[in-house]
């Protein structure tokens, strides 16, 4: 029984073999060097949401004990009520002086009052706008560190060969960029 003659194949040539070869060791090696620019973009992004928002932290402290110190700062009626006594003591015999310390006395304390809500008035209203500005600038920050890892997620991908198989990976990164530009509550989305 005779077998029959299989084709041979011609083996590559020596350059072309050293490619085929070397083509996966290059795209193991590209793989690698993706995951790893995307590992310390990753670790970059996290470092900075942390600084950020350690920082918004701290804003929000320096802006609240400014709030205390401008309230705390309001006068003391100890002088005016010691005003008022002794112009009653003064006074004692006459019913005009006494009459003119009580007016007196209550004039003071409707004009410490009036202060008193002018001071906290002003107190609160440059608490909102230093928390206010504090807001919008860690708003401002994640953005744009949502940019930068959403950037370097778009170049990994431009330098990757993704097929079919790659769907449910690329679904689930979709998915996270999405949500990396969806508005913040109380402020705008910044695209990704």
């Known amino acids: 029984m005779q077998i029959p003659k299989q084709p041979r194949t011609k083996p590559p040539a020596p350059a072309e073999a050293e490619t085929q070869s070397g083509g996966g060791q290059s795209s193991a090696s590209t793989t690698e060097d993706l995951n790893k620019q995307l590992q310390e973009a990753y670790s970059a992004y996290v470092r900075n949401i942390n600084a950020a928002s350690l920082h918004a932290h701290l804003e929000y402290a320096k802006a609240y004990l400014t709030y205390l110190n401008a309230v705390q700062q309001t006068p003391s009626d100890t002088a005016a009520a010691l005003d008022f006594w002794k112009d009653i003591l003064s006074g004692h015999d006459q019913a005009q002086a006494v009459g003119d310390a009580y007016k007196k006395a209550a004039q003071a304390s409707i004009d410490q009052q009036v202060n008193m809500r002018k001071t906290l008035a002003d107190a609160a209203s440059a608490y909102s706008h230093a928390t206010r500005e504090v807001w919008e600038k860690l708003q401002d920050d994640l953005a744009q560190h949502n940019k ?40 705008t989305a910044k695209p990704v």
Not at 156 to 172: E, H
Request: proline share 10%; hydrophobic share 45%.
């Open 148 to 187: 930068e890892i959403g950037d370097a997620l778009k170049e990994a991908l431009l330098k990757v060969d993704v097929g079919p198989a790659n769907l449910p990976a690329l679904s689930l990164l979709y998915q996270s960029l999405r949500s990396m530009s969806a508005p913040l509550p109380g402020g």
